[in-house]
């Protein structure tokens, strides 16, 4: 069973910094893209920072300068670099990968919990 256990998000203060952490755990083959979404509260969960197999990321807008995602392979780990917080970045963020269980056929796709996020202005 493939698990993505998150970790690292609390309380800051506006222009402060945190670091969430992701790593699959479980049987699998390989894990793809790892990505990292958010959801504040009355609001649709929306796409944060993604990163590729090979490498490539791409960002919200609203994130782009200040967030950071980055990705251990060997310990299937995916992080976000969080900088410059502000109290829109409030939201409740989760971690999302696609995983191929074996080296043949489609990947499937994984959340974890979700990890809270505060930024106080």
């Known amino acids: 069973q493939v698990q993505l256990v998150e970790s690292g998000g609390g309380l800051v203060q506006a222009g402060g910094s945190l670091r969430l952490s992701c790593t699959a755990s479980?049987?699998?083959?390989?894990?793809?893209?790892m990505a990292w979404y958010r959801q504040a509260p009355g609001k649709q969960r929306e796409l944060v920072a993604v990163?590729?197999?090979?490498?490539?990321?791409n960002y919200a807008d609203s994130v782009n300068g200040r967030f950071t995602i980055s990705r251990d392979y060997a310990k299937n780990t995916v992080y976000l670099q969080m900088n410059s917080l502000k109290p829109e970045d409030t939201a409740v963020y989760y971690c999302?990968?696609?995983?191929?269980?074996?080296?043949?056929?489609?990947?499937?796709?994984?959340w974890g919990q979700g990890t809270q996020v505060t930024v106080s202005s």
């Open positions: 479980g049987s699998f083959f390989r894990v793809n893209v």
């Open positions: 999302n990968a696609e995983i191929a269980p074996t080296s043949w056929g489609h990947d499937y796709d994984y």
């Open positions: 990163s590729t197999r090979r490498g490539s990321t």
